[in-house]
Each structure stands twice: as structure tokens, then as C-alpha cells.
């Protein structure tokens, strides 16, 4: 396991460049994600907001940070804690809050409270994180309530908030050499837990059981844990694009999509591989497969630094109706069709979140991280194929991050 490879330079040097892409007199105030209650006084797993993870190093929830374009300065408010939660989930000192952070102080409530009072006062722009409503309402999910708290209470003091999300994506779809080796290190520790999986995988009777080495290879090769909860899917869940309840029966002749990520220094791997459980396999599912590879490989030979990425988006939809129509499972150039045989997209940005944002760019740049996640899926059979590898672009073409763990990998 490489050493942590972030040092309080790398927040500092993000903080700045944040502020520079912000007008005169900007104020920015971000807010640490909240626990979230899942049982009587037991919490959620913590998983800190992105944004605020990239720009202080802070994992630990309820904390602000304050950044001041006219003072050069930045700050972090501390949460209150009462002896109690202190004694339950002990504390981050201020001390170690600024030599992570690199931030000029830590204040207090009250003293954020009268800065903030002045800075209302002093008609300055008001920067934060406005909660998304939209991908709540598409995706059918409970947003952490603390941006949305923290507008309300910029509020009640006057200010008007402003949106600094599409700068933020801007400066975290292109990543530095520390988040590079961090990506790196989770990529080869989740080949190397999948890869331990499936090597098991004739012992395997149900889905939890490849879940289980999962967990175990990721940990005991030092990562923070899984970067989401591991998709198993054999046999008729392979269709289920999001299926984490991993019950399921093996039974002969099922193949698995196994869909995972580990988290290491905070950022995450996004790999899937196809395979079947046993060793008998039909020639149609075999062939779905190859079509699947050719697909992924064609893919990634498209990206390239300075490649349109629409064109990259076109050319995924034109090459996957003509593979639908090749192997007989579209009769017309439909995209409703196209889409019931590949419900998700191409690929997506990958960094702290297994979906970062790659920020409207309209061509791939250097430094880029994604993913390539070709798919087809055949639900009147029970059967579907899934492969993603994460890329990383280069300024003379790509590198795929995840070469390790072959897509062909116990395919008869």
C-alpha cells in the first residue's frame, strides 16, 4: 500500500485556483456532509461530500470551511460536541484540522457567526454548493441535508447563495499526480480482490459468497473498505444494473457481472468483469461476450486528448446498434431498443465519487480518469455481459488503469 500521498499543499493549492475562477470579492462557505441516523443512536457509514473532502482533507463530518478571495484566507469552522458524542466518536482537534488542511485557523461557532455577520454586511458574493434537487428527484434518493441547510442559513443572515459546483467539477475532472496514484492503488487492489473471486468462484453457491473474499482482499490490502456495496449478479440478476442485495442462488450454467471498487486514500476503482460461475457455457452467451470486448476495445481506442467527446458519445451508440443488429437482438435501428439492451451510459468520470463529473469539457484532456462500460443485456434469456475498465487519458492517448485484470478472465 502506498503512503498518503496527499499532503495540506494539495488542498491549499486546489483552494486557490477554486477562488482564482471566481469574481472580485468572492466569498466561498462549503459544509461537510452529516451522519445519517441508520439504526437508534447508530450512524451510516460516513462518507464525506466530495467537494469538501478535494478542497480541505477533511473526512470527518459537520465542519465549514470558509474561503475569502479579498483576504487570500481560508478557515475552518469547527463542529460543537458535547462530551458524549466526544466520548462515542472522539475529536479532531483544531491542531490536526489545519496540519491536514493547510487553512489558516480554525474558529468557533460563534466566531464564524460574527465574520459571517460582517461579511453579509460587506455586500460580498456568496459561493456554495446548492443541494441537487434534479438527480435527487431522477435517481429517486435523500440528499444529505447539510447544503441545503447551509443555504438556508446563509439566508437567514441575508446573503444570496451562488452555485460553484461547475467550477469545482471543472478543476476535479482533470486530476494531479496525488489523486493519479491514489486511482492507481485502488485499481490494482481491486483487480487483485476480483481476481481471488473468481479464482473461487466453482465453491461459490450464492452471491454473498463472492462478496465476502471481496471485502476481506480489498481490507486486508489496506483500503478504506468498498467504495460502494459490491454488485454480484448471476443468472437473472445480471439485468439488474444496480443489484447490491447479493442473495441470489448460482446455479449451473449462471454467469456473474460482478460490478466493484475499493476506496484508498479516498478515491475509487470502478471495474466490472462478466464470467461464468462454472465451466459450461452456451456459444450465444460466448459470443455476446466477444461482442462485448470488441465493443470495449473500440471504445477505447477513441479516447484520445483533444477528441470530441460528443463524437466519442455518437460513435458508442452508432457501434452498439450495429453489434445489436450483428448477434440478432434488435430487428431496426431503434434507441429505445438500444436502450433496453443498454440501459446505462458509456462510461462516466471516476475519482473520490465512482461517477465524478467530467464537467461539460468538450474533449478529452490530459489527466482525465473514466471509465469504459460497454454492456448488453438480454432479460428474455436471463442473461446480460457488462465489462468496465478505468482510463486514464495521456497527452499522447490513454492508459488503461486496470490492464491487470484481464477481460477475458475465466471466460471458456
Request: net charge positive; hydrophobic share 40%.
Amino acid at each position: 500500500m502506498i503512503a498518503n500521498p496527499f499532503t495540506a499543499d494539495f488542498y491549499v493549492g486546489n483552494r486557490r485556483v477554486l477562488l482564482e475562477s471566481l469574481p472580485e470579492h468572492a466569498v466561498v462557505v462549503l459544509a461537510a456532509h452529516h451522519n445519517m441516523q441508520e439504526a437508534a443512536d447508530t450512524e451510516f457509514s460516513f462518507r464525506q461530500e466530495p467537494n469538501f473532502q478535494y478542497l480541505t482533507g477533511i473526512i470527518e463530518p459537520d465542519w465549514r470551511l470558509v474561503l475569502d478571495k479579498d483576504r487570500a484566507q481560508a478557515f475552518l469552522v469547527r463542529p460543537q460536541h458535547n462530551d458524549v458524542h466526544i466520548a462515542f466518536n472522539g475529536l479532531l482537534t483544531p491542531e490536526d484540522a489545519m496540519a491536514r488542511s493547510g487553512v489558516d485557523k480554525v474558529m468557533s461557532q460563534a466566531q464564524y457567526g460574527r465574520w459571517l455577520k460582517s461579511a453579509v454586511a460587506s455586500k460580498k458574493s456568496f459561493h456554495t454548493l446548492l443541494p441537487q434537487t434534479q438527480l435527487a428527484r431522477y435517481m429517486h434518493l435523500a440528499l444529505n441535508p447539510a447544503p441545503r441547510l447551509l443555504v438556508r442559513h446563509l439566508r437567514g443572515y441575508g446573503a444570496t447563495p451562488i452555485d460553484c459546483r461547475s467550477q469545482l467539477a471543472k478543476q476535479r475532472a482533470i486530476k494531479q499526480s496525488p489523486e493519479i496514484a491514489a486511482l492507481t492503488e485502488a485499481i490494482a487492489v481491486t483487480s487483485e480482490g476480483m481476481k481471488a473471486a473468481i479464482e473461487a468462484r466453482h465453491s461459490f453457491k450464492r452471491e454473498y459468497e463472492f462478496e465476502a473474499v471481496l471485502s476481506y482482499e480489498f481490507l486486508k490490502r489496506g483500503a478504506e473498505g468498498l467504495a460502494w456495496k459490491s454488485i454480484v449478479a448471476a443468472g437473472k440478476h445480471n439485468c439488474t444494473m444496480h443489484h447490491v442485495n447479493n442473495m441470489g442462488h448460482i446455479k449451473k450454467g449462471d454467469w456473474v457481472v460482478m460490478d466493484v471498487g475499493a476506496r484508498v486514500h479516498g478515491y475509487v476503482a470502478d471495474i466490472a468483469r462478466t464470467f461464468p460461475a462454472g465451466d459450461s457455457t452456451a456459444r450465444w452467451q460466448r459470443e455476446i461476450h466477444t461482442a462485448v470486448v470488441e465493443y470495449h476495445n473500440a471504445m477505447m481506442a477513441r479516447i484520445i486528448p483533444g477528441a470530441p467527446i460528443s463524437e466519442y458519445v455518437q460513435y458508442a451508440d452508432q457501434l452498439l446498434l450495429e453489434t445489436l443488429r450483428r448477434l440478432g437482438l434488435i430487428k431496426r435501428k431503434s434507441k429505445r431498443e438500444m436502450r433496453r439492451r443498454m440501459p446505462h451510459a458509456i462510461g462516466h468520470g471516476l475519482g473520490i465519487d465512482p461517477h465524478d463529473s467530467l464537467a461539460r469539457y468538450e474533449t478529452f484532456q490530459p489527466g482525465m480518469v473514466l471509465t469504459v462500460e460497454p454492456g448488453i443485456y438480454v432479460p428474455e434469456r436471463e442473461f446480460g455481459v457488462r465489462i468496465e475498465n478505468d482510463i486514464l487519458v495521456t497527452k499522447d492517448g490513454n492508459r488503461n488503469l486496470s490492464a491487470a485484470l484481464p477481460i477475458d478472465i475465466a471466460v471458456a
